[in-house]
Every structure is written in structure tokens, then in C-alpha cells.
């Protein structure tokens, strides 16, 4: 038997799907223009700030707020506002020079100012929504330009940002050593005991 004579009496009755064309060809076809897919919408978070100003050991509490995400052309910025007065009480973007890392709930944000640091707590809802918040800031804040035109230079900016927030802490540390020292000698020298009676 014949094989093409098969070939060609059974091709009439069957029809052939046209090709598809692959999802990379797609892509990189010259006639169609490289199309993104829609950027998905953030969702708002809602958390619990808290901030530690320069040469404080303690975290003052500023009230609930809404931490956003707002795209201006190719960058964006992570935005907190309160929630009962609507003011931007922190703005992180490229241009900041930070450290974000997660404690439990909590999201604390390192900003270097000079030799100061100013320290933010975002205590989120949360475990998911702690690590959105802080992927979020991370995305926000990484240096993308700066990482490819001169990686050298984003490195040395990274390390420099670490170093001013480990010194910080390390003073911190020591002020907090140094006051329970006292709190102790003053307890151990029994003052009280001292004063005369008349």
C-alpha cells in the first residue's frame, strides 16, 4: 500500500489548526511594539508608626497611618500618611538613603541624615502584609540607575549606610549600658541611708 496515496485521500477530510506563533516570537516580532502588562494596583497598608529621633533611646508612638506606593514616571516612592489628619509623615524614594529590615510585625526604617539616623517603626497587620511593606520600601528605595551606571560607587553608598546605622546602635547600646551602671551604683550606695536626722 501506498502511503502518500493514504496521505492524500484522508487529507481532505481532516483540517489542519493553523501554527500559533510562539509568545516569544510575539515579543520580539519588529511589526508589533514590546507591550507590558498593566502594572497591578498597590493596596494601601495599614500600620502603626512609631519613630526614634537622633541621640533617643525610646520610640515616641505618632498614630495609625496608611502606607501607599506612588509611581511618577519610571520611579516610585513609598508615602506614610496618618490616618486621621492625612499628612505625609515619611516619604521613602530612590534619592533615600536607608536601611529597611523586619522584626516580627514590625518593619524599622534606619534613614541616615548626615551622621544622624532617624529611625521609623511600621508595624503592620500581619505577616504577609510585613513583607509587602517591606518589599514595597526595598523596591522603591534600590538605586536601580546608579547600580548600573556605576555599580562601585552603589556599593560603597550601601556599605557606607550600614556603617552609620551599626554605629548608631553601637552608641546607643553603650548610653543604655552606661545608665544601668548608674541606676545600679546609686542603688548599691544606698543614698538614703546618708542623710542625717534632726
Known amino acids: 500500500m501506498d502511503n502518500d496515496a493514504v496521505m492524500e485521500g484522508s487529507s481532505s477530510s481532516v483540517q489542519v489548526a493553523p501554527r500559533l506563533t510562539s509568545v516569544e516570537s510575539e515579543y520580539t516580532s519588529p511589526s508589533m511594539p514590546n507591550v507590558l502588562p ?7 497598608i495599614q500600620v502603626k508608626v512609631h519613630i526614634r529621633r537622633p541621640e533617643k533611646d525610646s520610640w515616641a508612638y505618632l498614630g495609625r497611618a496608611l502606607v501607599s506606593q506612588e509611581v511618577v514616571g519610571q520611579s516610585s516612592r513609598v508615602v506614610v500618611r496618618s490616618l ?10 530612590e534619592m533615600s538613603e536607608l536601611q529597611a529590615e523586619k522584626r516580627g510585625n514590625f518593619v524599622v526604617v534606619g534613614c541616615v541624615e548626615g551622621p544622624r539616623v532617624v529611625s521609623w517603626s511600621l508595624n503592620a497587620v500581619n505577616n504577609s502584609e510585613t ?8 523596591l522603591a528605595c534600590y538605586r536601580c540607575r546608579l547600580a548600573v551606571v556605576d555599580p562601585r560607587n552603589h556599593t560603597k553608598s550601601r556599605r557606607r549606610i550600614e556603617r552609620v546605622i551599626k554605629e548608631d546602635r553601637r552608641r546607643r547600646h553603650r548610653r543604655r549600658k552606661d545608665q544601668d551602671a548608674m541606676i545600679d551604683a546609686f542603688q548599691q550606695h544606698h543614698l538614703g541611708d546618708d542623710v542625717p536626722e534632726s
Open 84 to 93: 486621621t489628619s492625612s499628612k505625609v509623615l515619611v516619604a521613602f524614594g
Open 131 to 138: 513583607l509587602r511593606l517591606l518589599a514595597s520600601i526595598e
Open 38 to 44: 498593566p502594572v497591578r494596583e498597590f493596596r494601601d
